[in-house]
């Protein structure tokens, strides 16, 4: 069964500094991997996805994430943290190799941005 | 567009009593989530529709829990009775197209607490 694991349920950075949060997936077959982005009291929106092609991907508001096969990981990063930028972020996997599509998600990483 | 709309957004009942949170997903999105959102939990999938089907109720705690889509523009989530435990943000959510690589795209959520 595809699932993701999030190193680090918390993460500070200062503002303007490189933003890292970890994701590495487990999957039977070839992944389709995600980040959703939650600000307080809203619900999650996608910040980028890979599916096939280039494994480097570019999202919303300057993030861009790397598939790493040999490292089974999909970590997104940020050149410079903004305030704007805390927020919980989610990796997902999508299930998609049984007989039901649906997206299994990790349990988030809290991003806080310090003046 | 409107987007995913739930409601309510909030609601406080006694234990033992009937809940029903409601979801009208993007028009024309033939596919419906209600995903439970808890600390210890984190995101949960409970059910799936698509084109107004349940597919996979897998994640259904209990038999407490219900939902139905009569039709393509509304779902409901009835818990009954209701219990301390269930007290959880419910995300409903719906995309357009099959997954994997359609996006998801959520309401704002229903927080429910149950006393």
């Known amino acids: 069964a595809q699932s993701v694991t999030q190193l680090g349920s918390h993460v500070s950075v200062s503002e303007g500094a490189l933003v890292l949060l970890r994701c590495n997936y487990s999957?039977?077959?070839?992944?389709?991997l995600f980040w959703y982005v939650q600000y307080p009291n809203q619900g999650l929106q996608l910040l980028l996805k890979?599916?096939?092609?280039?494994?480097l991907v570019k999202g919303i508001n300057g993030f861009e994430a790397e598939f790493k096969k040999s490292e089974t990981s999909f970590h997104l990063t940020k050149p410079s943290a903004h305030m704007s930028d805390a927020a919980e972020y989610f990796c997902a996997v999508s299930d998609h190799g049984g007989a039901t599509n649906k997206l299994i998600f990790g349990t988030g990483t809290l991003l806080a941005v310090q003046p | 567009d409107a987007g995913v709309i739930q409601s309510p957004r909030h609601e406080v009942t006694e234990m033992g009593q009937e809940v029903t949170l409601r979801c009208k997903p993007i028009s024309g999105h033939n596919s419906l989530f209600w995903y439970r959102q808890t600390m210890m939990r984190g995101l949960e999938l409970l059910i799936y529709?698509?084109?107004?089907?349940?597919?996979?109720d897998s994640g259904m705690p209990e038999d407490r829990f219900s939902a139905k889509m009569p039709n393509a523009s509304f779902s409901t989530l009835k818990i009954q009775p209701s219990e301390p435990r269930d007290s959880a943000v419910y995300f409903c959510a719906s995309s357009f197209g099959p997954l994997p690589t359609g996006e998801l795209f959520f309401g704002e959520g229903s927080r429910l607490t149950v006393l």
């Open positions: 529709f698509n084109n107004n089907v349940p597919i996979d």
């Open positions: 999957s039977s077959v070839p992944p389709y």
């Open positions: 890979y599916t096939t092609g280039a494994t």
